[in-house]
């Protein structure tokens, strides 16, 4: 079932597309990453996955990705965020498992966190999370780029930076990174009060592994697991890939039902 909800009031409103999947136990819950949409490779699997077992799965496009209104060079980590919590509490009510790629594995770190001290009977089942990153308009934008990119951001509030997986640079606005500050992580310790599995590739070229680790020092706890990959890539979307994927989500969805 497809669906639409409106998020935000007037100038700031925006429709955002997603798609539910009914099914047993706690929902699962996809966020894609930076550029990436709902239909990708993984959330596909996902999908499929979910419809072999019985499962709920919701999946959704932020604004100015996909299917969804807005655009993209408006988008920032507050919107996103506002835009994923609507989506869980009108599409997974329960206690979810939420699962993020890159981007979004950090919008589904602050929604868990989000939902943790506001209503805990919804805090999240568990965490599933690839190439987590966390902090990554901080530490893996602002902090590495170059003086360039850094005075475009300062004098005309975007710096258009290429991609490796388009011919075509894309916006990176000031407003995007001056927002992130206020959702910053990595400098205390981060309480989840959940189980997390982090699947991270050792050959990723835009989160590095170095940087999972410094996320899994500041997770207390016991219940989270770590998976390297040596010869994985930042997308993770090869089969034996898919596979830790499902198995990951299992687990943690095992561990929720006892």
């Not at 599995?197 to 996320?215: K, N, T």
């Amino acid at each position: 079932m497809t669906f639409s909800i409106e998020v935000g009031q007037g100038p700031e409103g925006r429709s955002i597309a997603g798609e539910l999947r009914d099914g047993m136990g706690p929902p699962v819950v996809w966020f894609g990453g930076f550029r990436s949409d709902m239909r990708a490779t993984k959330a596909d699997a996902l999908d499929f996955w979910a419809a072999e077992t019985g499962r709920r799965f919701v999946r959704f496009d932020y604004s100015g990705h996909g299917e969804s209104g807005g655009s993209f060079a408006d988008g920032t980590i507050s919107r996103w965020l506002e835009e994923g919590l609507a989506v869980l509490e009108a599409y997974a009510p329960e206690r979810p498992v939420l699962v993020g790629s890159s981007m979004g594995a950090w919008v589904a770190t602050l929604a868990a966190l989000r939902l943790a001290s506001e209503c805990g009977d919804r805090a999240p089942a568990g965490l599933v999370l690839l190439a987590p990153a966390i902090d990554f308009t901080e530490r893996l934008m602002w902090d590495a780029f170059p003086a360039e990119a850094r005075e475009a951001l300062q004098t005309k509030g975007v710096y258009y930076r290429p991609s490796l997986y388009s011919d075509d640079p894309y916006p990176i606005t000031a407003k995007l990174i001056e927002d992130g500050r206020r959702h910053l992580l990595l400098g205390a310790p981060i309480r989840t009060n959940t189980s997390v599995h982090i699947l991270q590739g050792m050959c990723d070229p835009d989160v590095p592994w170095e940087h999972a680790l410094s996320f899994v020092e500041r997770l207390p706890g016991e219940n989270v697991q770590l998976t390297l990959i040596k010869d994985g890539d930042h997308r993770l979307s090869r089969p034996e890939d898919i596979e830790r994927l499902v198995r990951a989500v299992e687990a943690v969805l095992r561990r929720a039902e006892v």
